[in-house]
Nanobody, 132 residues
Framework: QVQLVESGGGLVQAGGSLRLSCAASGRTLANYDMGWYGMGWFRQAPGKDSEFVAAITWSGEDTCYADSVKGRFIISRDNAKNTVYLQMNSLKPEDTAVYYC????????????????????WGQGTQVTVSS
């Protein structure tokens, strides 16, 4: 079973940058390779519901972002490395949260999907803390 593992979180001052990584570990079969699926990043702040952050199609051709991060965050992927990235720039204290990656529930979906309900196989999360 493929597992997703996030890394790259930490403590940063407002205005700083971090790059999160999401890698697949465990046994992979052709149709369950992470490269066949769209991927998404989500976050959950203390006392709040989980929210969508960014998503990318399996091909990497299309992306979408939450309005709150548009222009500051960039999602990308390297299918050869089975890894998805989230470059976070101009970080704000309100970006403080546990960040999770997840896999599109549908194989090789052509369109990018931008919501929680379309994703599963969540990783364990990585903490991002932005100080003011």
């Amino acid at each position: 079973q493929v597992q997703l593992v996030e890394s790259g979180g930490g403590l940063v001052q407002a205005g700083g940058s971090l790059r999160l990584s999401c890698a697949a570990s465990g046994r992979t079969l052709a149709n369950y390779d992470m490269g066949w699926y769209g991927m998404g990043w989500f976050r959950q702040a203390p006392g709040k519901d989980s929210e969508f952050v960014a998503a990318i199609t399996w091909s990497g051709e299309d992306t979408c972002y939450a309005d709150s991060v548009k222009g500051r965050f960039i999602i990308s992927r390297d299918n050869a490395k089975n890894t998805v990235y989230l470059q976070m720039n101009s970080l704000k204290p309100e970006d403080t949260a546990v960040y999770y990656c997840a896999k599109d529930l549908r194989l090789r979906r052509l369109e990018v999907v931008c919501g929680l309900a379309d994703f599963g196989s969540w990783g364990q999360g990585t903490q991002v803390t932005v100080s003011s």
